[in-house]
């Protein structure tokens, strides 16, 4: 199957209430153009310069997601454009957000990545900070909290995977009430987007079961 037919299929399959990010980090210009043939207007990228880069070049209808982890230093470069950046996990990354987006007048749309994955990992926030962020970024008025993140850990063993989905649910079932904007669960990758979406994901991220596996 080409890369038009597979995102077709996979956007066919999905329920009405999840919303699909094809992940094209590393994918060039006309693999991504294809997807957009399929009428896939939401692209996740992990590094921001190559997100800038395409954003250059591509249709303008494009909304970009930023899904890799970001350096404060390099917000600036994706500040004009980006559409939604969804593994925030600092309020130093918050801050400079802030800092960026009214430089450029706009509200930027975030999500909160929490750490959910039993194996070691560097990225996201403990759930126990979790409170005292989001009181921060109410602060913030060019910021928009729409939601939280999370990585499963990369494991064969669907029920751990499912139970870290369902830890992070719970999580996000006690902030979804709070605000209509607050409605976004971003979780699972072309490997786990099955159970993340019994689970109660409201937006996957896919790559390579659109685009191929990657080289790098
Ligand atoms: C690369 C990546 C994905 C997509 O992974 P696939 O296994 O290719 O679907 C999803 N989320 C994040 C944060 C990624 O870095």
Redesign the pocket.
Known sequence: MDIKTKTESLIESLPPHVTL?A?S?TKSVAEISQAYEAGQRIF?E?KIQEMAAKWEVLPKDISWHM??HVQTNKVKYMAQFVDLI??VDSLKLLKEIQKQALKHQRTIRCLLQIRIAEEETKFGLPVEKLKEVLETAKTYPNIEIVGLMG?ATFTENSAQIAAEFNRLKEVYDQYAGQSTSFNTLSMG???D?QIAIACGSTMI???????GE?NS
């Open positions: 990010v992940v980090k996740g992990n899904i890799g969804h593994g990585m990758m072309s490997g987007y991220r896919v790559g390579s079961k659109i685009f990657r």
